[in-house]
């Protein structure tokens, strides 16, 4: 099945579109990974499979980023093996188990794994709650599949835009590829932590968002200041949102005023 005998799959842990991803036992070690394989699309063929694997072998080890160990390939697939995770932020937005107190915590990790990437010159371009992995407690940034390297070639056919519940409408709507883009989809996980509902993925309520207007929002949350930080990371003129550092400073001052 992954044309390595070196591994024994355990299970499936997700089939999407793109991707089957396995649980599966190093034989020689017995230590467990995830091995992510690929369904070549008949279009994009195993495009965002190999960006992903450069953009996975440039990014240096961080606590905060899934790591990558090997990849192979068979027939018409690419296989991943990465770190093994315990789920995603969305399966714990969907149980309802973050309180306001862990919040800032779960921020602090995610920011801390987009700073390193972007450290690196790498934007993620789609960031949102199912390709952030948890992992003892621990949040870390996965699914490079439509990362880039800055500076971007906008002109490049291949360019492909994330999820629209998550992306920002200079992406959309210009082909603004920048650093503050992630900036806006960190901005609307933590939205989608702190508010009720679903994120809308087009018509009124979804431009109204990238215009300021969260009235359609019953926040879950009390903290102005989580608010507020929210409301500073989409807002709409690129310029105005704060850099991930900015963001991490806040964070960590409101941790360290808790204290
Ligand atoms: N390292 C991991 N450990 C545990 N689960 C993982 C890991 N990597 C991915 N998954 C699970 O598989 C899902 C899909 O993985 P990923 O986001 O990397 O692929 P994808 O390219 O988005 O695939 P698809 O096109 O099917 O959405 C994740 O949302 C998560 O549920
Ligand atoms: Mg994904």
Same mark, same amino acid.
């Given at each position: 099945?992954?044309?390595? /005998? ?13 991707? @089957? ?9 017995? &230590? +467990?990974?995830?091995?992510?394989? +690929?369904?070549?699309?008949? @279009? ?5 499979? =190999?960006?992903?694997? &450069? ?6 080890? *961080? ?13 018409? *697939? %690419? ?17 309802? !188990?973050?309180?306001? /107190?862990?919040? #800032? ?12 990437? =972007?450290?690196?010159?790498?934007? =993620? ?10 992992? !003892? ?7 490079? $599949? ?13 360019? *492909? ?30 939205? *989608? @932590? ?11 309520? #979804?431009?109204?968002?990238?215009? $300021?207007?969260? /009235?359609?929002?019953?926040? &879950?949350?009390? /903290? ?9 990371? %989409? ?13 991490? %400073? ?8 808790? %204290?």
């Amino acid at each position: 099945m992954l044309e390595n /005998s070196n591994f024994e799959i355990e299970k499936v842990i997700n089939h999407g579109n793109s991707a @089957i991803v396995f649980e599966a036992t190093e034989k020689d070690t017995k &230590k +467990s990974y995830a091995i992510k394989k +690929s369904l070549p699309n008949p @279009i994009c063929g195993n495009y965002f499979f =190999h960006n992903e694997i &450069k953009i996975m072998k440039l990014i240096t080890p *961080h606590l905060n980023c899934v790591k990558f160990f090997d990849h192979w390939e068979y027939n018409k *697939h %690419i296989v991943l093996q990465i770190e093994l995770c315990d789920g995603t932020l969305l399966d714990l937005i969907y149980g309802g !188990n973050i309180s306001i /107190s862990n919040v #800032w915590h779960i921020l602090l990790d995610i920011g801390f794994g987009i700073e390193h990437i =972007h450290r690196q010159n790498v934007v =993620h371009l789609d960031l949102k709650p199912e390709n952030i992995l948890v992992s !003892n407690n621990r949040f870390k940034i996965g699914d490079f $599949g439509l990362a880039l390297r800055l500076p971007v070639d906008t002109d490049d056919p291949e360019l *492909h835009v994330g999820d629209r519940k998550y992306v920002a409408l200079e992406v959309l709507e210009d082909n603004i590829i920048s650093k503050p883009a992630d900036v806006f989809s960190f901005g609307m996980i933590i939205l *989608h @932590i702190i508010s009720t509902g679903d994120l809308p993925n087009r018509g009124d309520n #979804w431009l109204k968002i990238r215009n $300021g207007d969260l /009235s359609q929002f019953t926040f &879950k949350v009390d /903290s102005q200041d989580l608010i507020n930080l929210t409301k500073g990371m %989409i807002k709409k003129e690129i310029k105005e949102r704060q850099t991930i550092k900015e963001i991490i %400073i806040h964070i960590i001052k409101f941790i360290y005023e808790q %204290i």
